[in-house]
């Protein structure tokens, strides 16, 4: 067996990613993200639907994005997500959630911004608390504080008078956010900041009843327009802007669908997914063999290959929050194994097809994976096609299911030109002629 | 390997073929148009919520149970027993709080052991979304398709994969509809896609067809066409069998979500794969044939070719 540099090349391109991709998915259960319906917990669509007469603006959905994370955030779960899908709908995902109940309650609810006269808190307990939310609303841990309790404070003022907020500078430079709010707005915050300003009062800002900034009164402010200024980072204010921004959604937000995932039965349903891919890869291996002989043992390392580097992709796609596995994800996983394995196939008959055509082992090897990997693209790019429109346009399901296909389909190819073709171009300078049975090709020309 | 030069005579056949098509079309359009298809807890908004460990406990406790639960239209739910001695249970119930609290009621009311929750709440408009959603990606995936195959082979080419796929997808719903299994999400997820992936050979065969027509001669079109299956023809079953193994393997072994996939994607496969050598490679023959080039070499050689 003579190596070629290209051939030996792409051997050793393979090997690397290969190496690599064993590098960043194991262990498996760490590195893979596993998606609600195989880890347990709940899932929830929302959908906004204006109130009467309002459009469903970009800037109202982002608002309710932002209160769907605030709320998320405030069932203490890690690695939940808010995820907007299609025009109007959001997925949240809050992986082994407890008590169902008490998340779909709060998520349906309006969300509720509050301000409210800090010297008018007489409750310590509130105060201990308010003081405590502030400090971990300034750290980027995910809180597992209580809410306020309603009983001990009241607010002067709610969200719907807000207009508008947004991230800008002081006059010093630094990151700051301003108001604006209506007229009656403007009224009772002239009223409240005209009695603290004396003493540097503070008013607290709550969202669905946790502190999320608590600013000194500097001066009078009788028209609304508002600069809150402090120490504050970028990351900081454009939090606390749009904290402020979501006062006045106008938007009702409703619960379209909701799952609660068991973590044993997303278990029972993983172990019966590796299980049903264990048994179609064993059973494809067996087939190619019997029907490839030596050829057939090329198409399992193949699919081999081809396994490493899928699990290395998603390793990859898990760290970037871009992919979880769910039970329609494995569903395309192992159709994938067919994709994979329809590759070796054309390149195996296409070179049965060169030999007996009566050209040497040498090139008809060349040809046939010429052939085989020019077939197989024009059928990859039409499958993508689809696969892509899929998962672009579809909601629900759908999507994973089209993107492990679209990831087959590209790992596929990768695999076929970096491994099954030099290999059996490899094997074609010596090995298959000295033992043609074995390979599985009968015929062509000894002299190779 | 193991089988020998191929000449079945796939194109003489056609006929038949396009019989058998026809009569597979008619027969899921019918069967859509009379029985319907079934849709599941998604279409229809309402509960579906998994009970464990429930041995001795009849349907009637259950329905009991949800009545005293509070849950609405009890007498219309679905209580099916599992396998391994637990329930079933599909409810009228579209609100997600309430559910939960149904679930937790009916565990107690019926002294079942503490159990994880597994509960599905669907609003009434949530299979619409996405099934409108999936008939818009499944538009634009075709008209993608046909642009595509058209600019990288030809249109004709791209019609008769469109007819094929269409015919699939005929036959897939046909199937629900006469078997009465439940229309899922998950279904028209696997559908879509397949629908995609069953172009994978008819473009294997298309791509032979014309290596085959770029010296054509001595030969009518339809000829070449049935040659040019032939020379294929252990790739098509090779790639059909190694596709559909898998999804076998899903369906026997999957559990209840995978199979739902499983079964629609095996329905799925096999259409495609006969509707490749079946409908899209005699009707691009046919199309092809009706271009004054190819009539000539039809009027001349045709005749003269008994297989």
Do not use: C
């Not at chain 1, 169902?100 to 509720?112: F, I, R, Y």
């Not at chain 1, 007996?356 to 790019?381: E, F, L, P, Q, Y």
């Not at chain 2, 319907?36 to 009991?64: H, I, K, P, Y």
């Not at chain 2, 075709?142 to 195959?149: L, S």
């Amino acid at each position: 067996m003579k190596f070629k540099p290209t051939n030996t090349l792409a051997l050793v391109a393979l090997a690397a990613l290969m190496a690599l991709s064993a590098w960043l998915f194991l262990p498996i259960e760490e590195k893979i993200t596993q998606g609600l319906d195989i880890k347990g917990g709940l899932s929830v669509t929302l959908t906004a639907e204006p109130l009467s007469g309002d459009e469903l603006t970009e800037d109202t959905m982002g608002r309710i994005e932002t209160i769907l994370a605030e709320r998320v955030n405030g069932f203490g779960v890690s690695e939940a997500t808010v995820q907007r899908q299609g025009q109007s709908a959001f997925l949240v995902q809050l992986p082994g959630v407890k008590n169902a109940q008490e998340a779909l309650e709060l998520l349906g609810e309006p969300g509720k911004l509050e301000f409210v006269d800090m010297t008018s808190i007489t409750d310590t307990a509130t105060i201990e608390l308010i003081a405590r939310q502030l400090e971990a609303e300034y750290s980027d841990e995910t809180t597992t504080l209580p809410k306020l309790d309603e009983g001990g404070y009241s607010a002067f003022m709610t969200g719907e008078v807000i207009t508008d907020a947004r991230i800008t500078t002081d006059d010093f430079g630094n990151p700051a956010v301003s108001v604006e709010m209506n007229s009656a707005g403007a009224q009772t915050w002239g009223e409240v900041t005209s009695r603290l300003a004396p003493f540097q009062g503070q008013v607290m800002i709550a969202l669905d009843g946790y502190a999320k900034s608590a600013p000194a009164v500097q001066t009078a402010i009788l028209d609304g327009n508002t600069l809150i200024s402090g120490s504050f980072t970028v990351e900081e204010a454009r939090g606390l802007a749009a904290t402020l921004q979501s006062g006045a959604v106008p938007a009702n937000i409703d619960i379209d669908e909701s799952r609660v995932v068991g973590p044993t039965l997303g278990k029972e349903s993983l172990n019966q997914g590796l299980m049903a891919g264990l048994v179609g890869v064993a059973l494809v291996a067996v087939f190619m063999i019997v029907y490839y002989r030596g050829l057939g043992l090329v198409s399992v390392v193949a699919l081999f290959a081809y396994g490493v580097l899928m699990m290395g992709s998603l390793a990859i796609l898990s760290r970037m929050n871009a992919f979880a596995l769910t039970l329609p994800g494995i569903a395309g996983l192992i159709l994938g194994i067919g994709v994979a394995a329809d590759t070796s196939i054309l390149i195996f008959e296409r070179l049965q097809e060169e030999i007996d055509s009566g050209k040497t082992h040498r090139s008809a090897a060349k040809a046939a994976v010429r052939h085989a990997i020019a077939t197989s693209i024009d059928a990859d790019i039409v499958t993508l096609v689809s696969a892509v429109a899929l998962y672009v346009l579809a909601i629900g399901p759908v999507r994973g299911f089209a993107f492990t296909l679209i990831l087959g389909i590209v790992i596929d190819l990768i695999a076929a030109l970096l491994f099954t073709g030099p290999v059996v171009r490899m094997l074609a300078e010596g090995a298959m002629v000295k033992a043609p049975a074995f390979w599985g090709v009968k015929g062509g020309d000894a002299r190779g | 390997m193991l089988v020998a030069k191929t000449h079945v005579d796939f194109m003489g056949r056609k006929k038949y073929f396009f019989a058998l098509s026809g009569a597979l079309v008619a027969i899921s359009i019918l069967a859509l148009l009379v029985k319907g298809l079934t849709f599941g807890v998604d279409f229809q908004g309402g509960t579906s919520m998994a009970l464990t460990d429930a041995a001795g406990v009849t349907t009637e406790d259950v329905r009991g149970a949800l009545e005293e639960a509070g849950v609405p239209d009890t007498a219309n739910a679905t209580i099916q027993p599992t396998d391994d001695g637990g329930y079933i249970v599909r409810t009228a119930e579209s609100d997600t709080a309430r559910a939960q609290e149904a679930f937790a009621a009916v565990v107690e009311s019926l002294g079942l052991p503490e159990q994880d929750a597994n509960v599905t709440t669907i609003g009434p408009g949530w299979g619409k979304s996405v099934t409108d959603a999936s008939l818009i990606a499944l538009a634009v995936s075709m008209v993608a398709i046909v642009i595509y195959i058209s600019l990288r082979f030809e249109f004709k080419m791209s019609v008769s994969a469109v007819v094929a796929l269409l015919h699939d997808a005929i036959i897939v719903l046909g199937v629900y509809a006469v078997s009465g299994r439940e229309v899922t999400p998950n279904t028209i997820a696997a559908v879509l896609t397949i629908l995609g992936y069953s172009l994978y050979d008819t473009i294997v065969v298309f791509h032979r067809i014309r290596e085959n027509a770029a010296g054509l001669r001595k030969m009518s079109f339809m000829e070449m066409t049935n040659e040019s299956i032939n020379q294929v023809l252990m790739r098509w079953v090779n790639t059909g069998l190694i596709q559909v193994i898998p999804v076998l393997a899903l369906f026997f072994f999957g559990g209840e979500t995978l199979q739902d996939f499983a079964f629609a994607m095996a329905v799925g496969l096999l259409a495609a794969a006969y509707s490749t050598v079946g409908l899209a490679s005699p009707l691009y023959a046919m199309l092809k044939e009706r271009e004054p080039k190819f009539q000539a070499l039809k009027r001349k050689y045709a005749a003269q070719a008994p297989r």
